[in-house]
């Protein structure tokens, strides 16, 4: 076993020394890959050492360079070191951290990692926090606690009664939400397409006066979802405004914070995020702008009442080792890896300075990407650079920005990706990596007019 780790992370180490130069986003051939990698199972058992060195070297040809400094798409982050190896320290310890007393050292790691983590970003520090898989189930999670809270207060219990003959909650969405919180809808039974929709402004941030039109013109139990960091541009709804609303009218407010919750780490950003801890449950990813390995998400409520009676469960086997409610009470599952271990690593390396610094740069250097394309001939900065999204047009053509995103894509110097926005095609660049630098936003900038001109 400790040849075969040694022999892995010899393997680790030398993708990670290959990573900033690797091309980002290389063609790839499935049915190469497939070749490489499939096949009959085999009959009878083959060395560890060989199978992982096989895996490998067949796998390269299909390794995307997300975790790298010049990979823009899908707001992804890399892996910070200190995260990384607590990872692999992780999956070694193979420990069960749904419950307390098969893994009471995670239980106590999240427990801590949990209190930074609402210490950073300004949420109640008696709110309840799940680790779940990313910011779909952190929603899941969250519009669980939501469906529960609005409709006992109409006296029903979902979870005992489901949704059959129960008050239909109204869910109010900004059109520019972002598609998980549909599916986290459609998940619960709320329905994805019984929403109603409040208008927003060009940016995608929810208008306040719609929000209150839309509750005023009806009654009974109401959720509304709000948003801190639009995938496309970067926007906050007006989070104070809303909270008002809602809870003038009885809602629920949650928060989609993915990506966006995480400017409150930063003094200089804090004050787009003005009243979101007034909300009711708030929804991010660590794999995001944290920069911890996937996958992670964190389902934070402010009502741990709430929080329990959608996703807890008993059973006579269950023994919990501690006083507080095991870790399975906040998450959609009793059986998980311990997730809050590489989030407490990565908070304990950078501290409060170090996440700030990371956001703060981010933020900086999309704005150095918007500067530099948006000074060329042709070229179209769409949006406000609040934080760290950029969206760019070129030509003002959709044909031509397809042409150009897809030039970038194959040349491999950096990958961003395409998008519509209000109705406009657009290269949508998301700088979220712990590692990239001035250098390479301006590498990458000039590959993107290179692939302009030849388009």
Same mark, same amino acid.
């Given at each position: 076993?400790?040849?075969? !780790?040694?022999?892995?992370?010899?393997?680790?180490?030398?993708? #990670?020394?290959? #990573?900033?130069?690797?091309?980002?986003?290389?063609?790839?051939?499935?049915?190469?890959?497939?070749? /490489?990698?499939?096949?009959?199972?085999?009959?009878?058992?083959?060395?560890?050492?060989?199978?992982?060195?096989?895996?490998?070297?067949?796998?390269?040809?299909?390794?995307?360079?997300?975790?790298?400094?010049?990979?823009?798409?899908?707001?992804?982050?890399?892996?910070?070191?200190?995260?990384?190896?607590?990872?692999?320290?992780?999956?070694?310890?193979?420990?069960?951290?749904?419950?307390?007393?098969?893994?009471? *050292?995670?239980?106590?790691?999240?427990?801590?990692?949990?209190?930074?983590? !609402?210490?950073?970003?300004?949420?109640?520090?008696?709110?309840?926090?799940?680790?779940?898989?990313?910011?779909?189930?952190?929603?899941?999670?969250?519009?669980?606690?939501?469906?529960?809270?609005?409709?006992?207060?109409?006296?029903?219990?979902?979870?005992?009664?489901?949704?059959?003959?129960?008050?239909?909650?109204?869910?109010?969405?900004?059109?520019?939400?972002?598609? %998980?919180?549909? @599916?986290?809808?459609?998940?619960?039974?709320?329905?994805?397409?019984?929403?109603?929709?409040?208008?927003?402004?060009?940016?995608?941030?929810?208008?306040?006066? $719609?929000?209150?039109?839309?509750?005023?013109?009806?009654?009974?139990?109401?959720?509304?979802?709000?948003?801190?960091?639009?995938?496309?541009?970067?926007?906050?709804?007006?989070?104070?405004?809303?909270?008002?609303?809602?809870?003038?009218?009885?809602?629920?407010?949650?928060?989609?914070?993915?990506?966006?919750?995480?400017?409150?780490?930063?003094?200089?950003?804090?004050?787009?995020?003005?009243?979101? $801890?007034?909300?009711?449950?708030? /929804?991010?990813?660590?794999?995001?702008? +944290?920069?911890?390995?996937?996958?992670?998400?964190?389902?934070?409520?402010?009502?741990?009442?709430?929080? *329990?009676?959608?996703?807890?469960? %008993?059973?006579?086997?269950?023994?919990?080792?501690?006083?507080?409610?095991?870790?399975? %009470?906040?998450?959609?599952?009793?059986?998980?890896?311990?997730?809050?271990?590489?989030?407490?690593?990565? !908070?304990?390396?950078?501290?409060?300075?170090? @996440?700030?610094?990371?956001?703060?740069?981010?933020?900086?250097?999309?704005?150095?990407?918007?500067?530099?394309?948006?000074?060329?001939?042709?070229?179209?900065?769409?949006?406000?650079?609040? +934080?760290?999204?950029? !969206?760019?047009?070129?030509?003002?053509?959709?044909?031509?920005?397809?042409?150009?995103?897809?030039?970038?894509?194959?040349?491999?110097?950096?990958?961003?990706?395409?998008?519509?926005?209000?109705?406009?095609?657009?290269?949508?660049?998301?700088?979220?990596?712990? $590692? %990239?630098?001035?250098?390479?936003?301006?590498?990458?900038?000039?590959?993107?007019?290179?692939?302009?001109?030849?388009?």
């Amino acid at each position: 076993m400790e040849e075969l !780790l040694r022999q892995t992370a010899d393997l680790a180490a030398e993708f #990670l020394r290959q #990573l900033p130069e690797r091309p980002v986003g290389p063609p790839v051939d499935p049915a190469g890959l497939q070749a /490489a990698l499939g096949g009959p199972l085999p009959d009878g058992p083959i060395d560890p050492r060989q199978v992982i060195t096989d895996m490998a070297a067949a796998a390269d040809p299909g390794i995307v360079a997300s975790a790298g400094p010049r990979y823009f798409g899908f707001v992804v982050g890399g892996s910070t070191p200190a995260a990384l190896a607590a990872d692999w320290l992780t999956a070694v310890w193979d420990a069960n951290a749904g419950m307390c007393v098969s893994a009471p *050292a995670a239980a106590v790691i999240e427990d801590v990692a949990a209190g930074w983590v !609402l210490d950073l970003l300004g949420l109640p520090s008696t709110a309840s926090v799940g680790f779940v898989t990313g910011a779909t189930m952190a929603s899941f999670t969250c519009l669980a606690a939501a469906r529960h809270a609005v409709l006992a207060q109409s006296g029903w219990d979902a979870e005992r009664d489901g949704l059959f003959g129960a008050p239909a909650p109204r869910v109010v969405v900004g059109a520019e939400r972002h598609v %998980t919180i549909d @599916v986290a809808l459609r998940y619960l039974g709320l329905g994805s397409d019984r929403v109603l929709v409040a208008e927003v402004d060009q940016q995608g941030a929810m208008l306040a006066g $719609s929000l209150q039109a839309l509750l005023e013109a009806g009654d009974g139990p109401a959720i509304v979802c709000a948003q801190a960091g639009n995938v496309n541009t970067g926007a906050i709804d007006p989070l104070a405004e809303v909270c008002e609303i809602a809870h003038r009218h009885g809602a629920w407010v949650h928060v989609d914070g993915a990506f966006g919750l995480w400017a409150a780490t930063t003094p200089a950003l804090r004050p787009l995020l003005a009243g979101v $801890s007034g909300a009711d449950s708030w /929804a991010t990813d660590g794999h995001k702008w +944290l920069n911890v390995p996937y996958d992670s998400g964190l389902a934070i409520v402010a009502d741990p009442h709430a929080h *329990a009676a959608a996703m807890g469960m %008993t059973a006579s086997y269950l023994v919990s080792a501690s006083a507080e409610p095991d870790p399975y %009470t906040w998450t959609p599952e009793s059986s998980r890896r311990a997730r809050g271990i590489p989030i407490y690593a990565a !908070l304990r390396s950078l501290g409060r300075a170090g @996440v700030a610094e990371l956001v703060e740069r981010c933020c900086a250097l999309a704005n150095r990407f918007a500067v530099r394309l948006g000074a060329a001939d042709g070229v179209e900065v769409l949006n406000e650079v609040v +934080l760290n999204q950029v !969206l760019v047009r070129f030509a003002d053509s959709d044909e031509a920005t397809r042409e150009v995103v897809a030039r970038v894509q194959a040349d491999g110097t950096c990958w961003a990706g395409g998008t519509t926005w209000q109705g406009r095609g657009a290269m949508r660049i998301s700088v979220s990596n712990w $590692s %990239t630098t001035e250098a390479d936003v301006d590498r990458s900038a000039d590959a993107i007019l290179r692939a302009f001109a030849a388009s």
